[in-house]
């Protein structure tokens, strides 16, 4: 009788506890996905003016040293799209590592659209940057800062990564500090489209 009674509590209770797992769980997603919803309806209404310093500043014109994929230079790129997504990389940096695949891809799909992606190599050794470029295969054009001290000042560029979205004049619409992905990228992007 007492083992009955014991074996019915503990099946009352992993049932409990499963429920109640299964109830966290729900409410962790619906609040992942209330958390994305939020940051896109908040990127929609403000006014495009992020807190990033160089938000609003104009790009073209900077000198660069071409690394990969470079027969046309930032400023060319920059005039013969509607946006330049610019994504500030260094090999040692692992959200990097992560987001570089999503970058190859994102540059993969809009091959045929007014939309550009270049990467800028900052606070990095010369081996460890080719070694990370053709791990990653990376298909997007490649460059660093001619003076990259006083440019990484000039633009606040001190977390890796951070991405520039940037207009057909040159001027720094948005600025993301953190690791990118493919909607991400397209929401700013369109935004971009939509203030230019």
Request: proline content about 3%; hydrophobic content about 40%.
């Amino acid at each position: 009788m007492m083992k009955t009674k014991n074996i019915i509590i503990i099946l009352v209770l992993t049932v409990f506890f499963f429920f109640v797992g299964a109830g966290i769980a729900a409410v962790v997603n619906m609040s992942e996905e209330g958390l994305k919803e939020q940051s896109l309806q908040t990127l929609q209404d403000s006014e495009g003016r992020d807190n990033h310093h160089a938000v609003g500043m104009n790009i073209l014109g900077e000198p660069m040293t071409g690394i990969r994929n470079d027969g046309t230079s930032l400023e060319s790129i920059i005039q013969s799209n509607e946006v330049t997504v610019i994504n500030f990389f260094a090999s040692w940096c692992d959200p990097c590592r992560r987001e570089t695949p999503e970058l190859n891809a994102f540059h993969e799909e809009k091959k045929d659209e007014p939309v550009a992606i270049v990467g800028i190599n900052v606070d990095d050794k010369a081996a460890n940057r080719d070694a990370f470029l053709e791990e990653f295969e990376v298909a997007y054009p490649v460059f660093e800062f001619a003076d990259e001290a006083e440019s990484i000042e000039s633009y606040n560029i001190h977390l890796m990564p951070t991405t520039f979205f940037v207009d057909g004049e040159g001027e720094i619409i948005r600025a993301y500090v953190g690791e990118v992905e493919q909607n991400l990228i397209n929401d700013y992007t369109n935004y971009v489209k939509e203030e230019s």
